[in-house]
């Protein structure tokens, strides 16, 4: 499985245009960003760059995979937002009250009623 981080640095690079643009932006070092660039290209077993002296490009295969990667990264921001939202309308309500009185004919909490009427 790939790492989600690794196509965020591959669509910044892309984005940025160099490796030295990129890591600023992604307040990485550049050797660990271009570790980073080879791990992706490990992980996919695909050559994705052209490398020439000082000089690293996406080659057409990078260049292809470049849109499924932004695809990837906003379905992730979707699920990630989505996810957010559930558990902002999980509601767990807990009602705690006194014991019984043995002199009130009906003892309802008021919470109880409250609970009843606002649901």
Partial sequence: ??????????????????????????????????????KLEDELDLKIFDRKANKITLNQNGLELLDYAN????????????????KENEMTMSIGYPAAQTNHPINIPILFIIFFILA
């Fill in 71 to 86: 695809d990837i990264l906003k379905m992730n921001e979707q699920l990630e937002k989505k996810a957010k939202e559930l």
């Fill in 1 to 38: 499985m790939i790492d989600i981080n690794l196509l965020e640095y591959l669509v910044t690079f892309h984005k940025e245009g160099s490796l030295l643009k990129a890591s600023e932006s992604l307040n990485l070092s550049q050797p660990s960003l271009s570790k980073a660039m080879q």
